[in-house]
Protein backbone atom coordinates (compact mmCIF):
# COMPACT_ATOMS: atom_id res chain seq x y z
CA UNK A 1 0.00 0.00 0.00
CA UNK A 2 1.44 3.29 -1.17
CA UNK A 3 0.52 6.60 0.30
CA UNK A 4 2.29 9.67 -0.77
CA UNK A 5 2.44 13.18 1.05
CA UNK A 6 3.00 15.86 -1.31
CA UNK A 7 3.25 19.34 -0.98
CA UNK A 8 2.04 22.13 -3.52
CA UNK A 9 4.31 23.17 -5.60
CA UNK A 10 7.80 21.02 -4.41
CA UNK A 11 9.96 18.59 -5.30
CA UNK A 12 7.18 15.95 -4.11
CA UNK A 13 5.69 16.25 -7.87
CA UNK A 14 8.43 14.37 -9.13
CA UNK A 15 7.13 11.52 -7.36
CA UNK A 16 3.41 11.72 -8.15
CA UNK A 17 4.92 12.04 -11.72
CA UNK A 18 7.06 8.80 -11.23
CA UNK A 19 3.84 7.08 -9.61
CA UNK A 20 1.78 7.77 -12.80
CA UNK A 21 4.56 6.88 -14.94
CA UNK A 22 5.10 3.21 -13.09
CA UNK A 23 0.93 3.12 -13.63
CA UNK A 24 0.88 2.33 -9.96
CA UNK A 25 -2.38 2.35 -7.65
CA UNK A 26 -1.24 4.66 -4.54
CA UNK A 27 -3.31 7.19 -2.17
CA UNK A 28 -2.40 11.18 -2.39
CA UNK A 29 -2.49 13.90 0.12
CA UNK A 30 -1.76 17.80 -0.72
CA UNK A 31 -0.29 19.37 1.68
CA UNK A 32 -0.47 22.75 1.89
CA UNK A 33 2.30 25.32 2.37
CA UNK A 34 2.48 27.66 4.80
CA UNK A 35 4.11 31.42 4.70
CA UNK A 36 7.56 30.41 6.27
CA UNK A 37 10.32 28.36 4.60
CA UNK A 38 9.99 25.42 7.19
CA UNK A 39 7.48 22.28 6.29
CA UNK A 40 3.40 22.35 8.09
CA UNK A 41 2.43 20.83 10.78
CA UNK A 42 0.51 18.11 9.12
CA UNK A 43 3.76 17.10 7.16
CA UNK A 44 6.03 16.80 10.28
CA UNK A 45 3.79 14.92 12.59
CA UNK A 46 4.23 12.08 9.46
CA UNK A 47 8.05 12.66 9.40
CA UNK A 48 10.40 14.24 11.48
CA UNK A 49 12.14 15.94 8.70
CA UNK A 50 8.35 17.44 7.90
CA UNK A 51 10.19 17.67 4.28
CA UNK A 52 8.00 16.53 1.48
CA UNK A 53 8.06 14.34 -0.36
CA UNK A 54 6.97 11.48 2.10
CA UNK A 55 5.84 7.82 0.75
CA UNK A 56 4.47 5.93 3.22
CA UNK A 57 4.92 2.04 2.02
CA UNK A 58 2.64 -0.15 4.43
CA UNK A 59 2.49 2.34 6.73
CA UNK A 60 6.39 3.36 6.95
CA UNK A 61 7.35 6.61 6.13
CA UNK A 62 10.23 6.93 3.24
CA UNK A 63 12.18 10.26 2.35
CA UNK A 64 14.26 11.81 0.23
CA UNK A 65 13.05 12.26 -3.62
CA UNK A 66 15.54 10.61 -5.45
CA UNK A 67 16.02 7.63 -2.32
CA UNK A 68 11.65 7.19 -3.62
CA UNK A 69 13.15 7.12 -6.64
CA UNK A 70 15.41 4.53 -5.98
CA UNK A 71 13.13 2.12 -4.02
CA UNK A 72 10.67 2.36 -6.97
CA UNK A 73 12.68 1.73 -9.48
CA UNK A 74 14.07 -1.81 -7.06
CA UNK A 75 10.60 -2.62 -6.90
CA UNK A 76 8.46 -1.91 -9.33
CA UNK A 77 10.69 -1.48 -12.74
CA UNK A 78 12.01 -4.79 -12.57
CA UNK A 79 12.18 -4.82 -16.62
CA UNK A 80 14.20 -1.59 -16.89
CA UNK A 81 11.62 0.62 -18.43
CA UNK A 82 12.62 3.84 -16.68
CA UNK A 83 16.34 3.13 -15.34
CA UNK A 84 19.31 1.53 -16.47
CA UNK A 85 21.03 -1.63 -14.84
CA UNK A 86 23.89 -0.87 -12.66
CA UNK A 87 27.00 -1.34 -14.41
CA UNK A 88 30.22 1.01 -14.10
CA UNK A 89 31.14 0.26 -17.89
CA UNK A 90 27.60 1.11 -19.26
CA UNK A 91 27.49 5.17 -20.23
CA UNK A 92 23.97 4.86 -19.69
CA UNK A 93 24.09 4.09 -16.26
CA UNK A 94 26.96 6.15 -15.71
CA UNK A 95 24.91 9.15 -16.91
CA UNK A 96 21.90 8.45 -14.67
CA UNK A 97 23.85 8.16 -11.83
CA UNK A 98 25.55 11.05 -12.50
CA UNK A 99 22.39 13.34 -12.83
CA UNK A 100 20.59 11.73 -10.53
CA UNK A 101 23.06 13.05 -7.60
CA UNK A 102 23.81 16.30 -9.55
CA UNK A 103 20.22 17.42 -9.69
CA UNK A 104 20.19 17.80 -5.37
CA UNK A 105 23.84 17.83 -4.61
CA UNK A 106 25.04 20.52 -7.04
CA UNK A 107 22.19 22.29 -9.03
CA UNK A 108 19.75 22.73 -6.45
CA UNK A 109 21.82 24.50 -3.44
CA UNK A 110 23.07 27.33 -5.68
CA UNK A 111 19.27 28.15 -6.64
CA UNK A 112 17.97 27.93 -3.56
CA UNK A 113 20.44 30.63 -1.98
CA UNK A 114 19.96 32.68 -4.68
CA UNK A 115 16.22 32.30 -4.04
CA UNK A 116 17.07 33.33 -0.43
CA UNK A 117 18.77 36.25 -0.65
CA UNK A 118 16.18 37.09 -3.41
CA UNK A 119 13.31 36.81 -0.71
CA UNK A 120 15.64 39.02 2.05
CA UNK A 121 16.18 42.11 -0.38
CA UNK A 122 12.71 41.82 -1.46
CA UNK A 123 11.16 41.95 2.35
CA UNK A 124 14.01 44.85 3.23
CA UNK A 125 12.87 48.17 4.71
CA UNK A 126 13.61 50.70 1.85
CA UNK A 127 16.33 52.05 4.44
CA UNK A 128 17.90 48.69 4.60
CA UNK A 129 17.67 47.39 0.97
CA UNK A 130 20.69 49.60 -0.22
CA UNK A 131 22.55 47.18 2.15
CA UNK A 132 20.93 44.38 1.51
CA UNK A 133 21.14 44.37 -2.36
CA UNK A 134 24.99 45.21 -2.26
CA UNK A 135 25.31 41.76 -0.55
CA UNK A 136 23.30 40.01 -2.74
CA UNK A 137 25.17 41.18 -5.90
CA UNK A 138 28.59 40.39 -3.77
CA UNK A 139 27.31 36.84 -3.32
CA UNK A 140 25.91 36.93 -6.87
CA UNK A 141 29.66 37.92 -8.38
CA UNK A 142 31.45 36.18 -6.20
CA UNK A 143 29.73 32.71 -6.13
CA UNK A 144 26.25 31.99 -7.31
CA UNK A 145 26.10 33.62 -11.60
CA UNK A 146 29.61 31.24 -11.80
CA UNK A 147 28.31 28.15 -10.22
CA UNK A 148 24.65 28.55 -11.96
CA UNK A 149 26.10 29.14 -15.18
CA UNK A 150 28.21 26.40 -15.05
CA UNK A 151 25.82 23.51 -14.37
CA UNK A 152 23.25 24.81 -16.90
CA UNK A 153 25.74 25.09 -19.35
CA UNK A 154 26.89 21.53 -18.26
CA UNK A 155 23.01 20.50 -18.56
CA UNK A 156 22.91 22.31 -22.08
CA UNK A 157 25.97 20.86 -23.76
CA UNK A 158 25.27 17.43 -22.24
CA UNK A 159 21.62 17.61 -24.47
CA UNK A 160 23.38 18.61 -27.41
CA UNK A 161 24.49 14.91 -27.34
CA UNK A 162 21.70 12.76 -25.62
CA UNK A 163 18.09 12.89 -26.18
CA UNK A 164 17.36 12.26 -22.37
CA UNK A 165 19.88 12.78 -19.68
CA UNK A 166 20.98 9.32 -19.19
CA UNK A 167 21.47 8.95 -22.98
CA UNK A 168 18.93 8.14 -25.86
CA UNK A 169 15.90 6.64 -23.47
CA UNK A 170 13.82 8.50 -21.01
CA UNK A 171 14.25 7.95 -17.79
CA UNK A 172 13.31 8.38 -14.03
CA UNK A 173 16.14 10.40 -13.80
CA UNK A 174 14.58 13.38 -16.34
CA UNK A 175 11.88 13.41 -13.97
CA UNK A 176 14.68 14.23 -11.20
CA UNK A 177 16.17 17.18 -13.11
CA UNK A 178 12.84 18.43 -14.23
CA UNK A 179 12.04 20.55 -11.11
CA UNK A 180 15.66 21.66 -10.79
CA UNK A 181 15.34 23.05 -14.62
CA UNK A 182 11.40 24.13 -14.32
CA UNK A 183 12.28 26.24 -11.13
CA UNK A 184 15.04 27.65 -12.40
CA UNK A 185 13.07 28.71 -15.67
CA UNK A 186 10.57 29.97 -14.22
CA UNK A 187 12.40 32.68 -12.21
CA UNK A 188 14.24 33.66 -14.88
CA UNK A 189 13.54 31.98 -18.34
CA UNK A 190 16.00 30.44 -20.73
CA UNK A 191 17.34 32.54 -23.76
CA UNK A 192 16.54 29.62 -26.58
CA UNK A 193 19.62 30.81 -28.76
CA UNK A 194 21.42 29.73 -25.28
CA UNK A 195 19.32 27.11 -24.21
CA UNK A 196 17.61 25.56 -27.18
CA UNK A 197 18.40 21.99 -25.88
CA UNK A 198 16.95 22.21 -22.36
CA UNK A 199 14.32 23.93 -23.79
CA UNK A 200 13.87 21.10 -26.25
CA UNK A 201 14.06 18.66 -23.67
CA UNK A 202 11.67 20.74 -21.45
CA UNK A 203 8.94 20.46 -23.88
CA UNK A 204 9.64 16.53 -25.10
CA UNK A 205 9.54 16.05 -21.17
CA UNK A 206 5.91 17.79 -20.34
CA UNK A 207 3.98 16.20 -23.38
CA UNK A 208 4.14 12.67 -21.70
CA UNK A 209 0.92 11.78 -20.28
CA UNK A 210 2.11 10.35 -16.87
CA UNK A 211 3.29 14.32 -16.80
CA UNK A 212 -0.34 15.43 -17.57
CA UNK A 213 -1.94 12.68 -15.46
CA UNK A 214 0.52 14.01 -12.69
CA UNK A 215 -0.99 17.99 -13.16
CA UNK A 216 -4.17 16.59 -12.73
CA UNK A 217 -3.60 14.55 -9.46
CA UNK A 218 -0.92 17.18 -8.07
CA UNK A 219 -1.17 20.30 -9.25
CA UNK A 220 0.98 22.09 -11.99
CA UNK A 221 4.07 23.29 -10.43
CA UNK A 222 4.07 26.92 -9.26
CA UNK A 223 7.45 28.85 -9.14
CA UNK B 1 43.90 4.24 -14.51
CA UNK B 2 42.44 6.35 -11.63
CA UNK B 3 43.95 9.74 -10.97
CA UNK B 4 42.38 11.91 -8.13
CA UNK B 5 42.28 15.35 -8.29
CA UNK B 6 41.60 16.36 -4.39
CA UNK B 7 40.84 19.81 -2.96
CA UNK B 8 42.06 20.69 0.38
CA UNK B 9 39.80 20.26 3.22
CA UNK B 10 36.88 19.46 0.84
CA UNK B 11 34.30 16.36 0.42
CA UNK B 12 36.79 15.11 -2.36
CA UNK B 13 38.51 13.61 1.09
CA UNK B 14 35.86 11.19 0.66
CA UNK B 15 37.11 9.58 -2.11
CA UNK B 16 40.79 9.06 -1.22
CA UNK B 17 39.45 7.46 2.01
CA UNK B 18 37.06 5.10 -0.23
CA UNK B 19 40.51 4.64 -2.20
CA UNK B 20 42.05 3.41 0.27
CA UNK B 21 39.43 1.48 1.65
CA UNK B 22 39.18 -0.22 -1.81
CA UNK B 23 43.03 -0.93 -1.83
CA UNK B 24 43.21 0.23 -4.85
CA UNK B 25 46.33 1.72 -7.24
CA UNK B 26 45.52 5.66 -7.92
CA UNK B 27 47.61 8.70 -8.60
CA UNK B 28 46.67 11.63 -6.03
CA UNK B 29 46.95 15.70 -7.08
CA UNK B 30 45.97 18.30 -3.89
CA UNK B 31 45.21 21.02 -5.16
CA UNK B 32 45.06 24.54 -2.97
CA UNK B 33 41.64 26.23 -2.25
CA UNK B 34 41.48 30.44 -3.01
CA UNK B 35 40.51 32.41 -0.45
CA UNK B 36 37.10 32.98 -2.79
CA UNK B 37 34.42 30.16 -2.49
CA UNK B 38 34.95 29.37 -6.19
CA UNK B 39 37.42 26.99 -7.36
CA UNK B 40 40.98 27.04 -8.15
CA UNK B 41 41.36 27.40 -11.92
CA UNK B 42 43.64 24.39 -11.51
CA UNK B 43 40.60 22.39 -11.09
CA UNK B 44 38.13 23.92 -13.75
CA UNK B 45 41.02 23.07 -16.42
CA UNK B 46 40.43 19.56 -15.06
CA UNK B 47 36.19 19.78 -15.59
CA UNK B 48 33.70 22.52 -16.04
CA UNK B 49 32.54 22.81 -12.93
CA UNK B 50 35.52 22.79 -11.43
CA UNK B 51 34.77 21.44 -8.35
CA UNK B 52 36.29 18.56 -6.70
CA UNK B 53 36.45 15.68 -6.05
CA UNK B 54 37.51 14.68 -9.90
CA UNK B 55 38.19 11.36 -10.68
CA UNK B 56 39.90 10.82 -13.84
CA UNK B 57 39.50 7.32 -14.88
CA UNK B 58 41.38 6.51 -18.10
CA UNK B 59 41.80 9.94 -18.79
CA UNK B 60 38.04 10.81 -18.42
CA UNK B 61 36.94 12.98 -15.73
CA UNK B 62 33.62 11.89 -13.45
CA UNK B 63 32.48 14.27 -10.89
CA UNK B 64 30.18 14.46 -7.60
CA UNK B 65 30.97 12.45 -4.76
CA UNK B 66 28.42 10.11 -4.23
CA UNK B 67 28.42 9.03 -8.20
CA UNK B 68 32.18 8.52 -7.81
CA UNK B 69 31.55 6.47 -4.40
CA UNK B 70 28.66 4.63 -6.99
CA UNK B 71 31.20 4.34 -9.93
CA UNK B 72 33.56 2.87 -7.56
CA UNK B 73 31.22 0.45 -5.48
CA UNK B 74 29.79 -0.99 -8.78
CA UNK B 75 33.43 -1.39 -10.84
CA UNK B 76 35.44 -2.90 -7.54
CA UNK B 77 33.32 -3.86 -5.00
CA UNK B 78 32.28 -6.85 -6.73
CA UNK B 79 31.93 -8.99 -3.93
CA UNK B 80 29.89 -6.28 -1.42
CA UNK B 81 32.01 -5.74 1.30
CA UNK B 82 31.63 -1.74 1.64
CA UNK B 83 28.30 -1.46 -0.30
CA UNK B 84 24.50 -3.74 -0.13
CA UNK B 85 23.60 -5.00 -3.11
CA UNK B 86 20.06 -2.92 -4.67
CA UNK B 87 17.53 -4.93 -3.14
CA UNK B 88 14.29 -2.66 -2.25
CA UNK B 89 13.21 -5.39 0.52
CA UNK B 90 16.34 -5.00 2.34
CA UNK B 91 16.34 -2.86 5.12
CA UNK B 92 20.16 -2.49 4.91
CA UNK B 93 19.73 -1.06 1.09
CA UNK B 94 17.29 1.29 2.00
CA UNK B 95 19.56 2.51 4.83
CA UNK B 96 22.09 2.52 2.68
CA UNK B 97 20.32 4.71 -0.32
CA UNK B 98 18.60 7.16 2.00
CA UNK B 99 21.84 8.37 3.67
CA UNK B 100 23.96 8.46 0.50
CA UNK B 101 21.63 10.90 -0.86
CA UNK B 102 20.57 12.52 2.72
CA UNK B 103 24.50 13.62 3.07
CA UNK B 104 24.20 16.21 0.33
CA UNK B 105 20.49 16.94 -0.99
CA UNK B 106 18.91 17.67 3.23
CA UNK B 107 22.13 17.87 5.44
CA UNK B 108 24.49 19.62 3.83
CA UNK B 109 22.58 22.67 2.15
CA UNK B 110 21.37 24.29 5.45
CA UNK B 111 25.17 24.19 6.30
CA UNK B 112 26.41 25.47 3.61
CA UNK B 113 23.82 28.55 4.07
CA UNK B 114 25.05 28.37 7.76
CA UNK B 115 28.51 29.14 6.60
CA UNK B 116 27.68 31.74 4.27
CA UNK B 117 25.92 34.22 6.72
CA UNK B 118 28.72 33.64 9.12
CA UNK B 119 30.80 34.54 6.56
CA UNK B 120 29.16 37.73 5.86
CA UNK B 121 28.29 38.55 9.69
CA UNK B 122 32.29 38.47 10.00
CA UNK B 123 33.13 40.48 7.34
CA UNK B 124 30.64 43.03 7.49
CA UNK B 125 32.07 46.80 8.32
CA UNK B 126 30.75 47.33 11.93
CA UNK B 127 28.45 49.73 11.40
CA UNK B 128 26.55 47.29 8.74
CA UNK B 129 26.90 44.69 11.25
CA UNK B 130 23.72 44.84 13.45
CA UNK B 131 21.93 45.19 10.06
CA UNK B 132 23.05 41.56 8.20
CA UNK B 133 23.46 39.72 11.84
CA UNK B 134 19.87 40.53 12.11
CA UNK B 135 19.42 38.87 8.90
CA UNK B 136 21.02 35.81 10.03
CA UNK B 137 19.46 35.92 13.40
CA UNK B 138 16.43 36.20 11.55
CA UNK B 139 17.37 32.95 8.84
CA UNK B 140 18.35 30.68 12.11
CA UNK B 141 15.03 31.32 13.62
CA UNK B 142 13.39 30.86 10.60
CA UNK B 143 14.83 28.00 9.29
CA UNK B 144 18.36 26.98 9.81
CA UNK B 145 18.33 26.17 13.66
CA UNK B 146 15.17 23.96 13.36
CA UNK B 147 16.33 22.47 10.16
CA UNK B 148 19.51 21.41 11.03
CA UNK B 149 18.63 20.20 14.81
CA UNK B 150 15.68 17.78 12.88
CA UNK B 151 18.76 16.43 10.47
CA UNK B 152 21.02 15.97 13.35
CA UNK B 153 18.37 14.18 15.83
CA UNK B 154 17.48 11.78 13.10
CA UNK B 155 21.12 10.42 12.53
CA UNK B 156 21.71 10.26 16.22
CA UNK B 157 18.05 8.18 16.28
CA UNK B 158 19.21 6.10 13.90
CA UNK B 159 22.66 5.57 15.39
CA UNK B 160 20.24 4.71 18.54
CA UNK B 161 19.43 1.14 16.53
CA UNK B 162 22.11 0.94 14.42
CA UNK B 163 26.08 0.26 14.54
CA UNK B 164 26.47 1.76 11.23
CA UNK B 165 24.49 4.26 8.81
CA UNK B 166 23.64 1.50 6.43
CA UNK B 167 23.06 -1.14 9.49
CA UNK B 168 25.62 -3.24 11.90
CA UNK B 169 28.25 -3.18 9.40
CA UNK B 170 30.63 -0.04 8.13
CA UNK B 171 29.80 0.94 4.13
CA UNK B 172 30.72 3.58 1.67
CA UNK B 173 27.68 5.94 3.08
CA UNK B 174 29.52 6.11 6.61
CA UNK B 175 32.44 7.92 4.37
CA UNK B 176 29.55 9.91 2.43
CA UNK B 177 28.17 11.18 6.24
CA UNK B 178 31.50 11.79 7.75
CA UNK B 179 32.22 14.79 5.92
CA UNK B 180 29.00 16.21 7.41
CA UNK B 181 29.29 15.31 10.42
CA UNK B 182 33.26 16.06 10.68
CA UNK B 183 32.16 19.80 9.02
CA UNK B 184 28.89 20.49 11.80
CA UNK B 185 31.03 18.88 14.47
CA UNK B 186 34.15 21.26 13.89
CA UNK B 187 31.95 24.17 13.43
CA UNK B 188 29.80 23.59 16.68
CA UNK B 189 30.94 21.08 19.09
CA UNK B 190 27.92 18.46 19.71
CA UNK B 191 26.47 18.26 23.47
CA UNK B 192 27.54 14.59 24.27
CA UNK B 193 24.62 14.40 26.14
CA UNK B 194 22.62 14.89 22.91
CA UNK B 195 24.73 13.16 20.52
CA UNK B 196 26.33 10.32 21.89
CA UNK B 197 25.72 7.56 19.22
CA UNK B 198 26.70 10.25 16.55
CA UNK B 199 29.62 10.95 18.81
CA UNK B 200 31.00 7.15 19.06
CA UNK B 201 30.27 6.73 15.46
CA UNK B 202 32.38 9.30 14.37
CA UNK B 203 35.04 8.29 16.81
CA UNK B 204 35.43 4.39 15.70
CA UNK B 205 34.96 5.80 12.26
CA UNK B 206 38.10 7.87 12.52
CA UNK B 207 39.63 5.01 13.92
CA UNK B 208 39.88 2.76 10.99
CA UNK B 209 43.67 2.18 9.44
CA UNK B 210 42.17 3.45 6.09
CA UNK B 211 41.05 6.75 7.83
CA UNK B 212 44.57 7.46 9.11
CA UNK B 213 45.84 5.94 5.66
CA UNK B 214 43.66 9.00 3.92
CA UNK B 215 45.06 11.66 6.04
CA UNK B 216 48.35 10.76 5.80
CA UNK B 217 47.69 11.01 1.60
CA UNK B 218 45.44 13.84 1.44
CA UNK B 219 45.71 15.94 4.73
CA UNK B 220 43.78 16.03 7.74
CA UNK B 221 40.27 17.36 7.20
CA UNK B 222 40.29 21.85 8.91
CA UNK B 223 37.08 23.29 8.59
Redesign the interface.
Known amino acids: MLHLHHLQNSRSFRIVWLLEELGLDYQLTTHERNA???APKSLTEKS????APILEVDGKP??????IM??LM??YDTEYRLHPK????DPT??NY??W???A???A??PL??RM?FNK?VERSPFF?KP??KG?QTQ?ET??LN??IA??F??ME?HLQDNQWFAGKDFSAVDIQMHFVVAAAHARSPFNPSQYANLLNWLHRLESRPAFEQAVKRGGRLQF
Open positions: SFLPMGKMMESAHDYAKTNADWLDFLHFESSMPLIIIVITIISYQTSSHLS
